[in-house]
């Protein structure tokens, strides 16, 4: 069984900073991309980050410069770390494993694995 545990979300003001990370087990982390997607209320879900196997990454726009994610193979961990955080950051943020193209790590469908969320709120 596939489990993704995220951990690490809070309340923080405007300009501060918090650390995500997202444990994996059930999988073989080493060969999977990692994603982080946020939902915030009455919108869709979007794309944050993502690391591929190698460590490439790739942001959103509205996050650039500001998150940086990374990974830890030999814990099976991802991570996120969000600086000058903004109240537009509040969502539930929601890592992912497996986009089956490099086309696709945008995409939410593409991902084989979820893992619950968690929330984080940024007050002005």
């Known amino acids: 069984q596939v489990h993704l545990v995220e951990s690490g979300g809070g309340l923080v003001q405007a300009g501060g900073s918090l650390r995500l990370s997202c444990t994996a087990s059930?999988?073989?982390?080493?060969?999977?991309?990692m994603g982080w997607f946020r939902q915030a209320p009455g919108k869709e879900q979007e794309f944050v980050a993502h690391i591929s196997y190698s460590r490439s990454t790739d942001y959103a726009d509205s996050v650039k410069g500001r998150f940086t994610i990374s990974r830890d193979n030999a814990k099976n961990t991802v991570f996120l770390q969000m600086d000058s955080l903004k109240p537009e950051d509040t969502a539930v943020y929601y890592c992912?494993?497996?986009?089956?193209?490099?086309?696709?790590?945008?995409?939410?469908?593409?991902?084989?694995?979820w893992g619950q969320g968690t929330q984080v709120t940024v007050s002005s």
């Open positions: 992912a494993a497996g986009p089956r193209s490099i086309f696709s790590i945008t995409i939410p469908a593409a991902y084989d694995y």
């Open positions: 059930g999988l073989t982390f080493s060969r999977y991309g």
